[in-house]
């Protein structure tokens, strides 16, 4: 480490001393493929210093300063596929680039997903590599491995992500363009969708947002498929997964084809199954912990010049089981529960895959037709979506004979959109949108959160100017949204109705500044304003896993956030080593949170519950992510990565319950030379360290908790893995370990570290075959 | 072209609106928790003649809303009572009678019955599951000198597959968990 910083540090001088000789130019004309259109605007970046400029109005560009060498260069313009190419500089050059229309264009998402990569506060970003690691597990495992982002569960088969210390309705998340809409908004409820769709996952906080929503607090997840084929062929991907804990096997297809025939036509079919047993901890294995979840979904696209169509369907189905000896009757019995070291023998032992009650049974339907198309320069897109969610808790029931669920939601969600980008005028470009939603939600068992129906209308705007130091980014977005509950009380015939209004603004900025080639900061500020859910203005009823009456407040107001976070990246300049830091601060005012009134328990038959209302307070997040990494020679690369967060209540100045506890993750990774067979060799081992969470609420206005935090715990995990050339197709091996030394643990953010350890030793064993053609 | 292009895709978006909103249908709205138990009767049948008693704990709205009601036990001194105890669900019209599930279930439930000492009160004889473990639906109660004091009334309710119900299982039991915690105050006089 300190050699090479010191080698650095010597490069950098080396750089600056024959700075002089680096004055070659690179110019460039940049064309439509087949019809040569001049294409005005598109970007280029040279990939090693991150130095970007434009097409000029004849598609012309230049880069200067180029030291001799390769210079790999990213063309790319907002619908058409980006294109890379290394050029071997001796003297100052001219390259002519054809770009093809591409159809990652279709989505907007992606697009601005793309073009503000370089630009945006926050962003952090799992690439096609990295999801291949850690595939298999739910879309909140994978996301938890993001620095700053961290896994709230209930048990061993729900989880859900939590971004610097915010989840569920405070955040959006965006399945292939469409704002996701479930039941999202406890934490027993994990996000509907298949992690498999992804080729990249992208969580971004900043103007960006502005896009999808004016509540998006704490930040936005992208769930992002790759784009279709641009070329006549087809393209086939098989996975297949098992983990040793739990017997679980994962197997996903993937089929794609652009035909030959009819090339405007190209379209994708995709569906993955997973089937899991009970989960085993170090010491015992817990009962109804299985899985079983069936996804499919279904993408064509219709590409002609300055028309782009989509539509796309995804089916994402799930039954999984929760932990028998979690169903607690009473208080009394919670109490019994947590004082238990380990859960009694009956609830405990079983291998199988057979799932019981308690248990969830969830469908998600999602159709979307996605329209885009110039006019003069103007891009327009009309986003068209509907969504069904269907969600059926089964209780444990005395009478064995009942087969319902005692909670049958069922959830429709229609939106439709509309966004004009305006032509890029120099270093202008920008975004206009208005979109509205309807959404219709019904139940019927036990009551929860009553039927509604909410509409909504929001508009927003977004304005970006870029020069070679300079990226500049504003945007504004109001919605407004309301909504009609009904509750028809058991037993009666009388009606409970509210209605609600809530106007919501925000409004974001955002400034990057390239100090030089290799140190680059960022700054945003964003004001965002979320109105209260259904449930925390509503609920009302007795939470069995928290052993707590639940009563929602109908005087909730929006919560309002003031958000602003400091992002500062430096690469030395030979690139052994690479260090980021993401300074954050969230003031949150009227953020609503249960508290418990310990002088008002709910009598009820089955004993007294303590009193859990929805309140509103101001509070504080601070945080802070750090990355470091340092390559120890060609082949070893050593990396770390710190998240920590302070959450502060500031009416009563306390802090904040249920955040994440500090957290570091070291990792030493080698790359194994490649042989003539085996390619892409690489071994990896981590070691994560999660702290004690010290920072909790006091028991000044009543117990918060039944049970002081878990100690903190160390994991050592690995990787191992190689892709083998099997006759042109490549098929990938990886071996994998998590918890290799079997280590007994509790975690914070897991309800039910009340009850039960996590899981122990899990063994991955992952195959991975990839089948290409192009008829060209 | 792109004029067309525009009106097409304006067209289309009209048109999604329409759909959409005039898809709407109504659901009914069937509020039942089948699962409620709202009332526990105790009805008290002196042994050698006398009065039938009965009381309760009776929430007819369910958890929350209004409070329940609860009765104190009246009993009479140095007497013995044949005691049953019956369970509803008063949410539904008619109110259903849950005892007869439970008795449906015998191994699968257990009620318990904890006289404080200072009550004056003794629990007897309770009814058994087919497998000679105590079910506790129907009991006999034997009462002592005039006193004041406390009774706990347990329901406990075994989810696991198979119930694993033993004769030396608490009221606390890790294996069950409680359908009913009823505190009555008692009064012999």
Redesign the interface.
């Known amino acids: 480490m300190k050699r090479s910083l010191y080698l650095s540090l010597l490069t950098l001088g080396w750089s600056v001393l024959y700075g002089q000789d680096c004055n070659l130019r690179l110019t460039g004309h940049v064309h439509r493929a087949g019809s040569h259109e001049n294409l005005v605007a598109a970007t280029i970046v040279q990939t090693s210093t991150g130095k970007t400029t434009a097409s000029n109005a004849n598609g012309d560009f230049k880069l200067d300063d180029l030291c001799p060498g390769a210079v790999t260069i990213i063309i790319s313009h907002t619908g058409y596929d980006s294109v890379s190419r290394t050029i071997q500089l001796t003297a100052s050059a001219h390259i002519d680039v054809d770009l093809r229309p591409g159809v990652t264009s279709l989505q907007a998402v992606s697009v601005t997903g793309s073009r503000s990569r370089t630009n945006t506060g926050f962003i952090k970003e799992l690439s096609a590599g990295e999801l291949d690691e850690i595939k298999g597990g739910s879309l909140g495992e994978i996301l938890s491995r993001m620095n700053g982002v961290s896994l709230l569960q209930t048990g061993a088969t729900i989880s859900k992500p939590v971004i610097h210390g915010l989840h569920s309705s405070r955040i959006l998340t965006l399945n292939n363009g469409v704002r996701h809409e479930g039941q999202q908004w406890g934490s027993e409820h994990a996000p509907e969708i298949d992690p498999y769709i992804a080729k990249r996952i992208t969580v971004i906080k900043g103007v960006d947002e502005l896009r999808y929503g004016s509540d998006a607090i704490g930040g936005v997840i992208l769930v992002e498929p790759a784009p279709l084929l641009t070329l006549p062929g087809y393209k086939a991907e098989a996975d297949a997964l098992f983990f040793s804990n739990n017997n679980q096997f994962v197997s996903a297809l993937l089929l794609e084809q652009q035909s030959k025939g009819l090339p405007s036509l190209t379209y994708r079919v995709q569906g993955s199954i997973k089937k899991a047993a009970n989960v085993k901890t170090p010491d015992y294995r817990l009962n109804n912990t299985g899985l079983s979840e069936q996804n499919f979904s279904f993408t064509a696209g219709w590409r002609k010049e ?2 782009n169509s989509e539509i796309y369907y995804s089916r994402f189905q799930t039954e999984l089981g929760i932990f ?2 979690s ?4 208080l ?2 919670l109490t ?2 947590i004082a ?1 070291a380990r ?2 023998r ?2 405990t032992g079983e291998n199988t895959y057979r799932i ?2 308690p248990s969830q049974r969830v469908r998600h339907h999602l159709a979307k ?1 996605n ?1 885009q ?4 320069s103007n891009r ?1 897109t ?1 986003l ?1 979506t ?1 969504q069904y969610n269907s969600r059926q808790e089964y ?6 004979s ?1 087969e ?1 669920p ?1 909670i049958d939601l ?1 959830l429709y969600t ?1 939106t ?1 959109e ?1 966004t004009w980008e305006h032509p890029r005028r120099s270093r202008w470009s920008g975004t206009v949108g208005a979109s ?1 939603m ?1 959404q ?1 939600n ?6 929860l959160l009553p ?1 509604y ?1 909410a509409y909504a209308l929001g508009g927003f705007a977004i304005e970006k100017w870029v020069n070679d130091k300079w990226d500049l980014q504003a945007g504004m977005r109001a919605d407004f949204k309301s909504m009609k509950t ?7 015939s009388t009606l409970v109705n509210h209605q609600f209004a809530f106007p919501t603004w925000a409004a974001s900025f955002n400034a990057g500044y390239k100090l030089s080639n290799t140190w680059k900061i960022n700054t945003n500020v964003s004001a965002t304003t979320r109105p209260p859910q259904v449930n925390e203005l509503l609920t ?3 939470h069995h896993g928290t052993g707590t ?1 639940e ?1 929602g407040n109908i005087n909730l107001k929006p919560e309002r956030s003031f958000h602003w976070s400091l992002n500062s990246v430096y690469t030395s300049p030979n690139k052994n080593w690479q260090a980021e830091v993401t300074l954050y601060r969230n003031d949150i005012n009227d953020f609503i949170y249960q508290q418990p009134k310990p002088d008002e328990p ?6 007294a ?1 303590p009193k859990i209302e929805y309140v509103s307070a101001d509070a504080l997040l601070r945080g802070m992510d750090l990355a470091v990494s340092t390559s120890l020679s060609r082949a070893i690369m050593l990396s770390s990565k710190y998240a920590m967060l302070r959450a502060t209540n500031k009416r009563l100045d306390d802090w904040l319950i249920g955040m994440p506890a500090d957290r570091i993750i070291n990792e030493l990774s080698v790359t194994v030379p490649e042989t003539a067979t085996l390619k892409d060799n690489k071994l990896s081992i981590d070691m994560q360290t999660v702290w004690k969470q010290s920072r909790v609420p006091s028991s000044r206005f009543g117990q918060q908790d039944y049970k002081a935090p878990p100690a903190g715990y160390h994991l050592i995990n690995a990787v191992l893995s190689t892709t083998l050339q099997l006759a042109k197709t490549p098929v990938t091996f990886s071996l994998s370990g998590r918890n290799l030394l079997n280590h007994r643990y509790r975690e914070y953010l897991n309800a039910f570290r009340y009850f039960t350890d996590e899981r122990g030793r899990n063994i991955i064993l992952k195959i991975k075959l990839e089948l290409k053609h192009t008829s060209n | 072209m792109n004029k067309q292009n525009f009106s097409l895709g304006l067209l289309f978006f009209a048109a999604s609106v329409l759909l959409v909103s005039s898809c709407k249908k109504d659901k009914g709205d069937e509020e039942n928790e089948e699962e409620v138990i709202t009332t526990m009767q105790l009805t008290f049948v002196p042994q050698g003649g006398g009065n039938t008693v009965t009381y309760k704990f009776d929430d007819p709205d369910g958890p929350g809303g209004a409070q329940p009601l609860k009765d104190q036990i009246r009993l009479a001194p140095n007497k013995r009572y044949n005691v049953a105890v019956q369970l509803l669900n008063k949410t539904v019209t008619p109110a259903s009678d849950i005892t007869l599930e439970v008795a449906a279930e015998p191994q699968s439930h257990r009620f318990y019955y904890q006289p404080a000492a200072a009550s004056n009160i003794i629990v007897s004889d309770l009814d058994n599951d087919g497998a000679g473990i105590p079910l506790g639906i129907s009991s006999v109660w034997t009462t002592g000198a005039p006193a004041s004091g406390s009774i706990k009334i347990t329901l406990r309710h075994y989810p696991g597959n198979p119930p694993n119900k033993a004769a030396g299982d608490g009221a606390d039991s890790g294996k069950s968990s409680t359908d009913i915690d009823v505190d009555f105050t008692t009064s012999i006089q």
């Open positions: 300055h028309f028998s000896g169903h607690i009757g009473s009394a019995d019994k529960a238990a859960p009694d009956t609830f019981a009650r037709w329209t198309f110039d006019v003069a327009f009309v068209i509907g209780d444990v029931v005395r009478n064995t009942i319902t005692q069922s229609f439709q509309l509205a309807q219709d019904s139940y019927s068992g036990r009551y039927n129906r009904n509750r028809l009380l058991a037993g009666s009302n009823g007795v009456y009563i709910v009598l009820t038959i089955r004993g519950f």
